[in-house]
C-alpha cells in the first residue's frame, strides 16, 4: 500500500515538474528547452517560445524554433531563430552555455543557431548568471548579471526580426553609416527561409521613408517594390487607424521609428512573401486577424506605378479605385490609351531660366500647392532651412521642379543637435508621387506662367475682379471670384459677406489669407473646446469668468491645475471619465496654438486622442486672436472702406 502511494506521488510529482516546465518564461544554463516545451510570457501566456514543425512543398519535415501568439487559436508565427537552418534531425534542443549564449542544436550535436552577443561570462567586466527570458512584448532576450550588480540585456530577438513587426520594436536606419535593419518576408506560406521582399528604412534618404525592396539587398542590390512616402511630422503610419500611434526619434546618426497600439499586442505588422505589408488586429468576435491596412495590393500604389510626373490617387473619390492620374500642369504621354507606364508630359514648357526671366524681364513660372500629396522619391534634403529659404532655395535653381517643406518640431524626439526642418527638393522628373488625403502634405510644384494669368482658364471679370471656374466635391460647378486688392463693395452689404464662422478660422487664415493642413487642425481644437465647457467660441466674458475669449479661459485654468473647472457640469454629471475630458482640454489647447508649427497635425490628434500614453507637449499661452485681430483691423486704413473676405462664391448660371 505503501508503494503505491509512493508510486502515485512520483507520478504526480512527474507531471507536475513537467507541466511547470512548460508554462516557465526563463531558460537558465540547467534548464535548457526541448521539443514539446515552451517558455511562456509574463503578461498572460500572450506569447510563448517553443519548437514547430513545418512540412514543405516537397514534403520534407523542418523543425524550426519560434516565438507564436499563445492564446490565439490561429497559429500564428512572429519571429522564427533558425528561418535558413530548419532542423531535420528527430529532436533538438536549445540551451545557454556556460559562456552565456544561446545555442540551438540538433540531435546529433550540430550548432544551427547562436546568438552574437559580445558581452559573456567569465572575464573582466563581462556578465554572469544569465538566462533567457520571454517579455511580454514578445520579445526573446538574454539577461545577464553585471558587475555593477543590475540585471543588463545584451541580445534580444526584436533586434533581428523576421517578418513580423511587434509594439515597442524600433525600426531604425543609420543614415551616416547607410545602414538599417530589414525586415524579410517568408519564402513561401510555409517556409520561413528568407523570401525575395524586405522591408526596411531608407539610408538614402536620411531615414524619412520606409521602403519595400524586392531582390536581394537594397539600394542598387534591391529594386523599390512599394515607398511609405516621406515622413511629414504624422509618422509613416501613424493615422491608418486610430488603434496605433508612431513615434520617431532621431538621435543625430540613428533615426528610429516604433509604434504602440491602444489594441494591445496582438496589434502587428505583417510583411508576405507576395511583397504586401498588412497590420493586423486579432478580433475576438469573428476569432479571426482584421486587417487595417494592406499594401501596395495589385492597384497603382507599386512603386513608380504612373510614371514620371504622374500619381496614383488613393483617396477613393473615383468610387474607391485607385487611379493613376497626372499632376496638375501636366498631361499623359500616350494620351490615345492613356498608358501611364511612360508618364506625363507638361502642357505648357517652362521657358528658359535665368536672363530676364528671373531677374528684370518678367517672371516666367511659378509654384503651384498640391495638397494632400505623397511626395515623390528621389529628393535632396537641405538643413536648416524655414519655409520661405526653403521656397527660396527651390526658385533660384532652374533644375528645381518642386519642393515641399514641414517642421518636425514638438513632433519628433531630437537631438539637441538635430535640424527640426525638413526641406526636399527636386531636381528632374517627378518619381512615385500620390494622393493621399490622411498623410497628404503640400507639394510645390514649379509650373510655366503664372496663377493670375491664366487666360484659358478665365471665364470672366467684374471691373477689377477675376472670374475663374470651380468644382466643388459632389460635382457642382461654381464661380469663384478674386477681388483685387482696390476693390470696393458696398458698405451697407458687406457685412453679408463676412464670416459666419469666424471664431473657427484660425488666425492666420482670417487675417493673412494662409491656409495649410494646420487650419482644420485649429478648427477642431475650437470644437473639442466647446463640446468640453459647454460653451460658445463667442460666448460672452462674463461667462468667461472675465477671460477674453474661450481659448484664453481654458489655457489660463489649464495653467493653473484647474482645468476641471472648465469641464460642463452636464459631462460630470454623466459620469464620463474626467481624466478623458482633461486630456481633450489638454489636445484642443495644442490645436489652438497661434503659430501652425506649433500646431500637431491631424492624424497626431488622432492618435493622442486613442492613446492615452501618447506624448503630449506643453501648449504655448494663446495671443488671444479676437482682440489681436480686430486691433490690427482697426490699424488699418482702410478697414471702413473694404470687406473682409479676400474670395467668395457664387453658383455658375447661365446669362
Known amino acids: 500500500m505503501l508503494s503505491q502511494h509512493v508510486l502515485t506521488l512520483t507520478i504526480f510529482l512527474f507531471f507536475l515538474v513537467c507541466f511547470c516546465h512548460s508554462l516557465h518564461d526563463r531558460l537558465t544554463s540547467v534548464t535548457p528547452l526541448y521539443p514539446g516545451d515552451k517558455l511562456v510570457s509574463d503578461n498572460g501566456g500572450m506569447f510563448a517560445l517553443g519548437f514547430f514543425n513545418l512540412t514543405t512543398v516537397n514534403s520534407t519535415r523542418s523543425l524550426y524554433l519560434g516565438i507564436w501568439y499563445n492564446n490565439i487559436p490561429e497559429r500564428t508565427y512572429v519571429w522564427v531563430a533558425n528561418r535558413n537552418s530548419p532542423i531535420t534531425t528527430p529532436s533538438a534542443k536549445l540551451v545557454l552555455t556556460?559562456?552565456?549564449?544561446?545555442?540551438?542544436?540538433?540531435?546529433?550535436?550540430?550548432?544551427?543557431?547562436?546568438?552574437?552577443?559580445?558581452?559573456?561570462?567569465?572575464?573582466?567586466?563581462?556578465?554572469?548568471?544569465?538566462?533567457?527570458?520571454?517579455?511580454?512584448?514578445?520579445?526573446?532576450?538574454?539577461?545577464?548579471?553585471?558587475?555593477?550588480?543590475?540585471?543588463?540585456?545584451?541580445?534580444k530577438s526584436?533586434?533581428?526580426?523576421?517578418?513580423?513587426?511587434?509594439?515597442?520594436?524600433?525600426?531604425?536606419?543609420?543614415?551616416?553609416?547607410?545602414?538599417?535593419?530589414?525586415?524579410?518576408?517568408?519564402?513561401?506560406?510555409?517556409?520561413?527561409?528568407?523570401?525575395?521582399?524586405?522591408?526596411?528604412?531608407?539610408?538614402?534618404?536620411?531615414?524619412?521613408?520606409?521602403?519595400?525592396?524586392?531582390?536581394?539587398?537594397?539600394g542598387t542590390a534591391g529594386g523599390r517594390s512599394w515607398r511609405s512616402g516621406v515622413w511629414n511630422g504624422a509618422g509613416a503610419f501613424s493615422s491608418i487607424n486610430r488603434f496605433v500611434y508612431s513615434q520617431v526619434v532621431d538621435d543625430g546618426g540613428t533615426i528610429y521609428a516604433a509604434y504602440n497600439a491602444a489594441g494591445g499586442p496582438t496589434t502587428h505588422w505583417k510583411l508576405d512573401y507576395t511583397g504586401n505589408v498588412s497590420l493586423r488586429v486579432w478580433n475576438v468576435e469573428s476569432s479571426s486577424w482584421s486587417v487595417l491596412f494592406e499594401g501596395p495590393g495589385t492597384g497603382c500604389l507599386g512603386y513608380g506605378a504612373c510614371g514620371p510626373f504622374g500619381y496614383c490617387d488613393a483617396t477613393g473619390r473615383d468610387g474607391g479605385v485607385q487611379e493613376c492620374k497626372c499632376l496638375d500642369g501636366f498631361e499623359p504621354e500616350d494620351g490615345f490609351f492613356r498608358d501611364f507606364s511612360r508618364g506625363c508630359r507638361r502642357k505648357e514648357a517652362l521657358q528658359a531660366c535665368g536672363g530676364g526671366g528671373e531677374g528684370g524681364g518678367g517672371r516666367r513660372h511659378y509654384f503651384l500647392a498640391l495638397p494632400g500629396m505623397k511626395v515623390p522619391d528621389k529628393f535632396l534634403y537641405v538643413r536648416n532651412r524655414s519655409f520661405e529659404e526653403c521656397a527660396a532655395e527651390c526658385d533660384r535653381n532652374c533644375s528645381c521642379t518642386a519642393y515641399a517643406y514641414a517642421n518636425l518640431s514638438g513632433i519628433v524626439t531630437m537631438s539637441a543637435t538635430s535640424d527640426v526642418s525638413r526641406c526636399l527638393l527636386w531636381m528632374g522628373e517627378l518619381v512615385d508621387t500620390g494622393k493621399d488625403s490622411d498623410l497628404g502634405e503640400n507639394l510645390y510644384l514649379r509650373l510655366a506662367g503664372s496663377p493670375g494669368n491664366n487666360n484659358k482658364k478665365k471665364i470672366g471679370s467684374m471691373a477689377m475682379e477675376i472670374v475663374l471656374p470651380g468644382t466643388l466635391e459632389d460635382g457642382r460647378e461654381v464661380a469663384v471670384k478674386r477681388l483685387s486688392n482696390g476693390s470696393e463693395q458696398d458698405p451697407a452689404l458687406k457685412s453679408m459677406l463676412d464670416w459666419p464662422k469666424r471664431g473657427y478660422m484660425s488666425p492666420e487664415y482670417t487675417m493673412e489669407g494662409i491656409f495649410s493642413v494646420k487650419s482644420d487642425t485649429y478648427s477642431f481644437g475650437i470644437l473639442l473646446l466647446e463640446i468640453v465647457s459647454g460653451l460658445k467660441i463667442s460666448a460672452p466674458p462674463h461667462l468667461l469668468t472675465g477671460y477674453p475669449s474661450l481659448i484664453a479661459y481654458a489655457w489660463n485654468l489649464w495653467k493653473d491645475g484647474t482645468a476641471r473647472e472648465f469641464v460642463d457640469a452636464m459631462v460630470v454629471e454623466s459620469r464620463c471619465s474626467l481624466d478623458e475630458a482633461l486630456q481633450c482640454i489638454h489636445i484642443g489647447l495644442l490645436c489652438v496654438q497661434d503659430s501652425p508649427n506649433d500646431r500637431p497635425l491631424m492624424s497626431l490628434v488622432v492618435s493622442m486622442l486613442n492613446n492615452e500614453a501618447a506624448p503630449r507637449p506643453v501648449p504655448s499661452q494663446p495671443l488671444f486672436f479676437a482682440q489681436r485681430y480686430h486691433e490690427a483691423l482697426a490699424t488699418r486704413g482702410d478697414y471702413s472702406e473694404h470687406s473682409a473676405n479676400d474670395v467668395s462664391l457664387s453658383m455658375l448660371q447661365g446669362r
Open 98 to 155: 556556460n559562456t552565456s549564449r544561446l545555442v540551438l542544436s540538433d540531435s546529433e550535436g550540430r550548432v544551427v543557431w547562436a546568438t552574437d552577443n559580445s558581452v559573456v561570462a567569465g572575464g573582466s567586466g563581462t556578465g554572469t548568471g544569465g538566462s533567457g527570458v520571454l517579455r511580454s512584448t514578445g520579445s526573446f532576450e538574454l539577461e545577464l548579471q553585471l558587475p555593477n550588480g543590475t540585471a543588463g540585456v545584451v541580445w
Open 158 to 218: 526584436l533586434d533581428h526580426p523576421t517578418d513580423t513587426i511587434l509594439p515597442t520594436f524600433r525600426l531604425w536606419t543609420n543614415y551616416r553609416a547607410h545602414t538599417a535593419v530589414r525586415v524579410v518576408a517568408w519564402k513561401g506560406p510555409r517556409d520561413p527561409s528568407a523570401g525575395e521582399f524586405s522591408l526596411s528604412g531608407d539610408p538614402g534618404s536620411r531615414g524619412l521613408q520606409i521602403v519595400i525592396w524586392r531582390g536581394t539587398g537594397t
